[in-house]
């Protein structure tokens, strides 16, 4: 299956690709399903929540992304304050309505079942929905697995997938592996994000795949700016506070005066990263890019990029993003993206692996260089655990995608001062991530049960 641009970066909203935008999209999907089905009158729909979308599910707002999909809404196209709107008549009715189908009964608060025993044998994510007849018996069903950054399979679609390359035969740059795609730039003599254009194009037009680009850096700044201007506490009972417009603020006062330290650049990144994170705790419109719990990075990089570096430029921007996204694709293919499957190496450090890459790319560097910065990032990530706190994409999620914008900006650094020739290929270290996460105890998988999230301060 060969993974566009826009598959790696989604827009959605917060707080969580795989247990907010995947749940959602596996309930629109479901309500499709049973369209073609005879679906009787005086039916009912319940849903079952296994693994880390029961541990974590309510801090991620699981149910209610459950609820807002059966609603049949769409993460991209989601209006956060109608969805508010929608919610309150879906609790007080108990009714769905659909277009093609007739009143289904739900209610939110007692059909979302949260089934805190083994996860299913497919996935840490899994959900099951059943549509149920009157005596309570089951009409149809259906699993899903969500498997990070909002993709959502059935249990036939994975095995499938497992199956499939990375890029189908049809693209004229099928890159699998960080080698492949190396050997294939050095043949060509192109750049990585040239050959990652020429595989889009199978599909789409050079208008559609600019405006696309154009469109998806637009949502990461107004994220940013979004994120910058918006004080207050964040939702889920933690009471944290946002940060980033404080932060901002003291910045900007700063600016021009010698009082700054030369390493106050590390706080630009880092408070451009926690104003789209904190978005993102807060349920705002973001991009998965490839998670949400990880959206910060790459757009923090990017905007220092453009503001810090002169490149305000829209083939540079381009170059980023396309870049990003070859890394982000050779991650997900050959190990995981998920924070319940590997842990948030797959999530921070993937993101900071696809930054290092976009940054080094439109600096200058070659493919080489590029595939270089990848692994400095992704290596120093590796073993690193998801015990989010509460079970919210707040602690230690929002600072930690600071911390990996730091490193994506490093890496990319220092993969300039060498010729891209090292010791750890870029395939290796994937590879190690992803044996990592699968020997990774899964009380560090999204399931809040170890690390931070069991060792709390007393209030
Ligand atoms: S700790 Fe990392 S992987 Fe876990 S929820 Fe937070 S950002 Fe995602």
Not at 99 to 124: N, S, W
Not at 178 to 186: F, G, K, Q, T
Not at 200 to 213: F, K, N, P, Y
Request: charge should be negative.
């Amino acid at each position: 299956m060969f993974l566009s641009v826009f598959d790696v970066f989604k827009i959605g909203v917060g707080p969580s690709s795989s247990h907010t935008m995947g749940p959602m999209t596996a309930a629109v999907r479901f309500l499709a399903a049973i369209r073609d089905q005879k679906v009787p009158f005086g039916t009912r729909i319940r849903v079952k929540l296994y693994g880390s979308l029961a541990f974590t599910g309510r801090g991620h707002a699981t149910d209610r992304a459950v609820a807002l999909g059966l609603l049949g809404l769409l993460p991209a196209d989601l209006d956060i304050d109608e969805a508010g709107f929608l919610l309150e008549d879906l609790q007080d009715g108990k009714t769905l309505r659909s277009p093609g189908l007739p009143p289904i009964t739900f209610d939110p608060e007692t059909d979302v079942v949260f089934d805190y025993g083994d996860p299913l044998p497919g996935h840490a994510n899994g959900l099951t929905f059943d549509l149920c007849g009157r005596a309570g018996e089951t009409i149809f069903s259906e699993t899903y697995y969500s498997i990070g950054g909002g993709f959502v399979v059935t249990a036939s679609e994975k095995a499938l997938t497992t199956k499939e390359s990375l890029a189908a035969s049809d693209r004229p740059f099928p890159f699998h592996s960080a080698a492949s795609m190396l050997a294939m730039a050095s043949i060509a003599g192109i750049s990585v994000a040239q050959m990652k254009r020429a595989n889009e194009l199978v599909s789409a037009t050079a208008r559609d795949l600019d405006d696309g680009l154009d469109r998806l850096w637009r949502v990461m700044d107004d994220c940013i700016e979004r994120g910058l201007r918006t004080s207050g506490e964040l939702p889920g009972g933690l009471k944290v506070k946002r940060r980033a417009s404080a932060i901002y603020r003291q910045l900007l006062s700063e600016r021009g005066s010698n009082q700054a330290h030369p390493h106050v650049v590390a706080d630009w990144l880092s408070v451009y990263a926690m104003a789209v994170n904190e978005e993102n705790a807060g349920g705002g419109r973001v991009v998965t890019a490839p998670t949400n719990g990880a959206a910060g990075v790459v757009p923090a990089v990017l905007k220092y990029f453009i503001s810090h570096c002169g490149g305000d430029d829209r083939q540079k921007i381009h170059e980023f993003l396309l870049t990003a996204a070859a890394i982000g694709g050779l991650i997900k293919h050959n190990a995981s993206i998920s924070g319940a499957e590997a842990g948030c190496q797959g999530e921070v450090g993937s993101a900071a692996a696809m930054a290092a890459a976009g940054l080094c790319a439109v600096l200058g560097g070659t493919p080489a260089q590029v595939e270089n910065a990848a692994e400095i990032a992704l290596e120093h990530h590796l073993g690193l655990t998801c015990d989010p706190v509460a079970g919210l994409v707040q602690v230690p999620c929002i600072e930690r995608n600071g911390m990996g914008a730091m490193k994506a900006v490093s890496a990319a650094s220092l993969a300039l001062r060498g010729d891209g020739t090292h010791f750890m290929p870029l395939d290796n270290c994937i590879r190690a991530m992803r044996q990592t996460g699968e020997e990774m105890n899964s009380k560090f998988k999204e399931t809040s049960l170890g690390g931070l999230a069991v060792n709390l301060p007393e209030c």
